[in-house]
């Protein structure tokens, strides 16, 4: 049984900064492709990025662009994304997804999805 566990999220003060984490079981990232999304509240979610194997596509529009990055840890099993310089509109649910790498980061049609943490950036 495949389970992504994403973690790290939280309150933060605009400016500030968060690392979030998605933790696989079942399933190895190292052969996967791994995206993160947004969604904040009354929005459509939004595709920040998708990392196969330190190889990164970018989703997100230029709202995220030079803050947001995304690593990843095979001995861990997990897949970072962090998150600088945050925003009041950066506040949404951070949530992971994963495919098999074969299928690549085309498209946001993914076989596995984690819970979210949420992210909330407010002074």
């Known amino acids: 049984q495949v389970q992504l566990v994403e973690s790290g999220g939280g309150l933060v003060q605009p400016g500030g900064s968060l690392r979030l984490s998605c933790t696989a079981s079942?399933?190895?990232?190292?052969?996967?492709?791994v995206a993160w999304f947004r969604q904040a509240s009354g929005q459509e979610r939004e595709g920040i990025a998708c990392f196969i194997r330190n190889v990164v596509t970018t989703y997100s529009a230029d709202s995220v662009k030079g803050r947001f990055t995304i690593s990843g840890d095979n001995r861990k099993n997990t897949v970072y994304l962090h998150l600088d310089r945050l925003k009041p509109e950066d506040t949404a649910v951070y949530s992971c997804?994963?495919?098999?790498?074969?299928?690549?980061?085309?498209?946001?049609?993914?076989?596995?999805w984690g819970q979210g943490t949420q992210v909330t950036v407010s002074s």
């Open positions: 997804a994963a495919r098999s790498s074969t299928y690549g980061c085309h498209g946001y049609d993914f076989h596995y």
């Open positions: 079942g399933i190895t990232l190292d052969y996967s492709a």
